[in-house]
Nanobody, 124 residues
Framework: QVQLVESGGGLVQAGGSLRLSCAAS????????MGWFRQAPGKEREFVAA????????YYADSVKGRFTISRDNAKNTVYLQMVSLKPEDTAVYYC?????????????????WGQGTQVTVSS
């Protein structure tokens, strides 16, 4: 089992930037593909970004492509989500997730472990 703890959320003005971090513990971090999802009030959880075990491949939702960057540091057991040019519609609770499964990383059902989430609020 792996434990995930997100940090870095907060309140930012539109056009601003934030970097989210997700620290993993409990198992070999490099065995896990990692994803970021978000859930806004009254909406379903949606895919944001994912990165394969080695960090060689990354995937993004169309809504964040070109603005968000996912990366990982396997030596620090941490995955990051750098967010720039933030918009009010990016407001949500952001979750990181981990999986040992291969396949399509856009689906939340692929992921075995989840963090508790961190709030991101973008004011207009």
């Amino acid at each position: 089992q792996v434990q995930l703890v997100e940090s870095g959320g907060g309140l930012v003005q539109a056009g601003g930037s934030l970097r989210l971090s997700c620290a993993a513990s409990g198992r070999t971090f490099s065995n896990y593909a990692m994803g970021w999802f978000r859930q806004a009030p009254g909406k379903e959880r949606e895919f944001v970004a994912a990165i394969r075990r080695s960090g060689g491949s990354t995937y993004y939702a169309d809504s964040v492509k070109g603005r968000f960057t996912i990366s990982r540091d396997n030596a620090k057991n941490t995955v990051y989500l750098q967010m720039v040019s933030l918009k009010p519609e990016d407001t949500a609770v952001y979750y990181c997730a981990a999986t040992t499964r291969g396949g399509t990383y856009y689906y939340s059902a692929m992921y075995e472990y989840w963090g508790q989430g961190t709030q991101v609020t973008v004011s207009s």
